[in-house]
């Protein structure tokens, strides 16, 4: 079984076949959504987003581990409550989670989010949110099975489509 534990900013190198994996399963589920950054860009975009958001107070990244080797990760930003629902004074997003291909299936997801959610309750948290991807039907199941269901349903648009040109 995977060890998971709460790291620091040190290991952000090391998180990088995990996006890139990510980064491909999505393009492979969702190809419709456009071309993809190659690795070197990809990383470096996702590598100073993950700097950027460990610098800050509210954000966490939880590593599972299997013989010293990163074999999963979820980055985790603690945000306020909602300015329309009651809920408790914040929540978590669930910014990122990845685990490697080959180490899927042994239940390191469920614990990543199971992990999550315990440190979130440390922070005062009990609620979590993340985004998916429409067409990714094996993590929208997964997340389904965790508990988590639809809420706010963000929609996509091109500005300057033929139909919104025309005037229709």
Known sequence: MAEIRREGPEC?????????????????????LGPIWDDEESWGRRRAHHERALAGAGTFVLVAREAGRAVG??????????????EPPAHGELEAISVLPEAQGRGIGRSLIEH??????????????????????????????????????????RAFSPSVAKGH
């Not at 952000?12 to 419709?32: F, K, Q, T, Y």
Request: hydrophobic residues 50%.
């Open 116 to 157: 999550a959610y315990a440190e979130l309750a440390q922070r005062g948290a009990d609620t979590m949110t993340l985004r998916v991807v429409e067409a990714n039907a094996q993590a929208r199941a997964f997340y389904a099975r965790m508990g988590f269901a639809p809420w706010v349903v963000e929609l996509r648009g």
């Open 73 to 86: 990760y979820a980055l985790i930003t603690l945000r306020g409550a909602s300015y329309t629902w009651r």
């Open 12 to 32: 952000i190198p090391e998180l990088r076949p995990l996006w890139l994996a990510l980064r491909d399963h999505h393009h492979a589920v969702a190809p419709e």
